[in-house]
């Protein structure tokens, strides 16, 4: 059996569900914060599993989702310029200004590459020296690093026509955010997996210490999202509230050290804008100074446009754990994978969209 | 290295020669060769099956076959799928100026080797050749038109509760494959192309088999797509056991890597065949006697409940929709 099977292994994970469900003594609600877990629920059938009192609310986790109107019209401006725009294939659906996604501009004629990594987006713009290729840097903690090095390279190379628009956010800031809602009723946090490789478990500790809020760092395999949760279950029957690691096979307590110096090294922290939630302070990451050259922000002069708020549209409450996304009025009426009409139906890690799509 | 000017599409003397030097040369059978305005064609009865499709894919040469491989294998696939058996392909060709003659022969090879395999006769055809850019390389259309050999003939709409669902073996391997090659993606992978003609394969099923429901091959959108056309089309549950879909290990740790999902990739040379249980055992009998049948299993039924929609029930036995796929598989930021 190889490692990926070892973690869905029926047997195993009835076993852990059925402890869990024993541990369960009164409604317990929690919150994923990565799209990648939420997706995980679902597609394994997990979420069909749970006993009713566990009450799962999906948070602002998908890289895509969390992007801001005022950001999203920020790049179809820049596809209208003489650019190619290099992305990830998640942005090209989101819906813009006047409802228009990338893929229509691109039908209309604009440049838009969809690359894999910022690397293939260095290579795009070495094999096309005459163009100005511009890498729209959309994500968390995971992606940014490899955005960083990709800029490292483009620098010692002296690349002139390569530019990344920065829109990086960062986990911690949007939890503390978060917590301090109190509307917000979330027990307990099963936090992402592939951020804390990156961060480490320092980063949450304010979690426990400060709202008293129990978290566990989670894989995403069936059997480590149940273990996740048995331990913030049973955190909360003890009464105790901590940041526990229970996904050691890649998340080491400090982190990753290297992937954070290169980081720190590209990037500081800026404030940013999440969608549904609004500006929060440090949340961000934009270029340091000795990168400006490769600053799309600075070397385009470009401005956040006004935009206005999407009519009806839930995303907000949703991204918060307010609402279930089948509790908005537009859910599968108004707004679908074909038509979406926010940001959290677009992406295929969004709440809404695994709602429609794996729901029975 | 000679390559291909405007003038072998002009209709004239260099089109003459790019269709005697390389198209009858491989093509070569007693329909083609005469060479009139349309294939004189005798021997074929009523009632017949008809498909038509275009070949654009890229790479044009990939582990497992290539366009010509494939512009054949896909019409004789969907022209089998009605319980016929192909007998005659048409092929045009829209090839791009500058194009290498070379690989043009390769790929014509190609086509009339996968021909032969699969007991078809290139009949008719033609070519443009058009200026630099107007297309990618070469794109192929290819018709085919068979005898449709049983009554009724199987179709999307009649899989009933109490069938069975079979698929003939390991799935998204032709997906993963183009994928992986694609520009872009700096992924390195064994898996090959699952591109085969499987008319042969049908005809023994539906010889043998007094009823077969639905046969189907889950070409783009997968698995999951065309399993929700036929519970669309019949107005049926189907209902899936994860589990039990065969996909080979490369293709999960590829998937896996990529953020995509196998039961969405495309397959070239599989089927998905729903029948009476009853037939179950024979069925697999003659999938499995067949090279192109060996990893068939049963995956999943047919039932009344969850009309026109999938229900995978996953291996850790909770259940899900499994919904069709909105556009193409993109790749994901995280």
């Known amino acids: 059996m190889n490692l990926l099977n070892q973690f869905k292994d029926a047997k195993l994970c009835k076993q852990v569900l059925a402890e869990l469900t024993a541990e369960l003594k009164a409604p317990f609600r929690f919150m994923e914060v990565c799209g990648t877990h939420t997706v995980a629920i679902f597609q394994s059938g997990l979420r069909s599993l749970f006993p009713e009192n566990l009450i799962h609310v999906s948070g602002p986790g998908c890289p895509v989702c969390v992007t801001h109107e005022k950001e999203v019209a920020l790049f179809f401006e820049l596809a209208k310029k003489d650019v190619i725009l290099a992305t990830f294939g998640d942005l090209m659906r989101v819906p813009g200004p006047d409802k228009k996604s990338l893929k229509d501009l691109q039908a209309e004629g604009a440049k838009i590459k969809v690359v894999y990594s910022p690397f293939d987006a260095l290579t795009l713009a070495r094999e096309n020296p005459l163009a100005k290729v511009v890498f729209i840097g959309v994500g968390f903690e995971t992606t940014a690093p490899t955005i960083a090095a990709t800029l490292k390279i483009a620098k010692k190379e002296k690349v002139k026509n390569f530019f990344v628009l920065c829109l990086h956010k960062l986990v911690p800031p949007a939890l503390r955010a978060l917590v301090v809602d109190p509307q917000l009723k979330v027990e307990g946090f099963l936090l992402p997996g592939h951020v804390s490789a990156i961060i480490g478990v320092k980063p949450y500790l304010f979690l426990a210490k400060e709202y008293s809020i129990p978290a566990v760092i989670g894989g995403f395999e069936p059997l480590d999202i149940l273990q996740a949760l048995y331990l913030l279950v049973k955190m909360k029957n003890e009464g105790k509230a901590e940041i526990i690691n229970s996904y050691k096979r890649v998340v080491k307590t400090e982190g990753n050290v290297k992937a954070q110096e290169v980081l720190a090294e590209v990037f500081q922290p800026c404030a940013a804008l999440w969608r549904g939630i609004g500006e929060i302070p440090e949340s961000g990451l934009q270029l340091r100074e000795k990168y400006a050259d490769f600053d799309a922000f600075q070397v385009f002069d470009l401005q956040f446009p006004e935009v206005p708020p999407l009519k009806g549209c839930k995303c907000g409450e949703v991204l918060k754990g307010l609402i279930r996304p089948d509790e908005c009025p537009l859910f599968k009426k108004v707004c679908t994978p074909q038509h979406p009409v926010g940001p959290c139906m677009v992406s295929t890690e969004g709440s809404c969209a695994a709602y429609y799509k794996y729901s029975l | ?334």
């Not at chain 2, 005809?203 to 783009?220: A, S």
């Not at chain 2, 995978?312 to 909105?326: A, H, I, Q, Y």
């Open chain 2, 1 to 334: 290295m000679s390559k291909l000017l405007l003038d072998y599409g002009s209709g004239g003397k260099a089109s003459q020669r790019l269709i005697k030097d390389i198209f009858v040369k491989y093509f070569s059978n007693p329909y083609l060769d005469k060479l009139d305005d349309a294939a004189f064609l005798q021997e074929i009865k009523p009632p017949l099956a008809m498909s038509t499709d275009s070949y654009t894919v890229d790479p044009i040469i990939f582990p497992g076959g290539d366009i010509g491989s494939l512009a054949v294998h896909g019409t004789v696939n969907d022209v089998a799928m009605l319980g016929a058996k192909p007998k005659f392909l048409s092929c045009a060709f829209i090839l791009e100026e500058g194009l290498e003659l070379d690989l043009l022969e390769t790929i014509v090879k190609s086509m009339a080797e996968a021909a032969k395999k699969a007991e078809v006769f290139l009949v008719t055809g033609d070519t443009k050749v058009v200026p630099k850019g107007a297309v990618d390389k070469i794109f192929i259309n290819t018709t085919g038109i068979g005898e449709v050999l049983v009554e009724p003939a199987p179709a999307g709409s009649r899989a009933r509760p109490g069938d069975v669902v079979i698929v003939s073996g390991t799935i998204g391997d032709h997906g993963l494959t183009i994928l992986s090659k694609r520009q872009g993606i700096s992924f390195e992978t064994e898996i090959k192309s699952d591109s085969a003609p499987l008319n042969l394969l049908i005809e023994k099923l539906v010889k043998n088999i007094p009823e077969v429901h639905v046969l189907r091959d889950p070409t783009r959108g997968g698995l999951a797509t065309t399993l929700n056309e036929i519970a669309g089309q019949s107005q049926v549950g189907i209902f899936i056991e994860e589990d039990s879909i065969p996909i080979r290990e490369e293709v999960k740790g590829g998937c896996s890597f990529l953020g995509l999902d196998p039961l969405y990739l495309a397959n070239e040379g599989k089927l998905i065949l729903i029948l009476p249980q009853k037939y179950q055992e024979q069925a697999l009998e003659i999938l499995k006697a067949d090279t192109l049948g060996q990893d068939a299993t049963v995956i999943g039924e047919v039932k009344e409940e969850y009309a026109g929609k999938v229900v995978l029930k996953t291996g850790l036995g909770g259940n899900r929709l499994l919904d069709m796929l909105e556009g193409e598989q993109l790749p994901r930021i995280c």
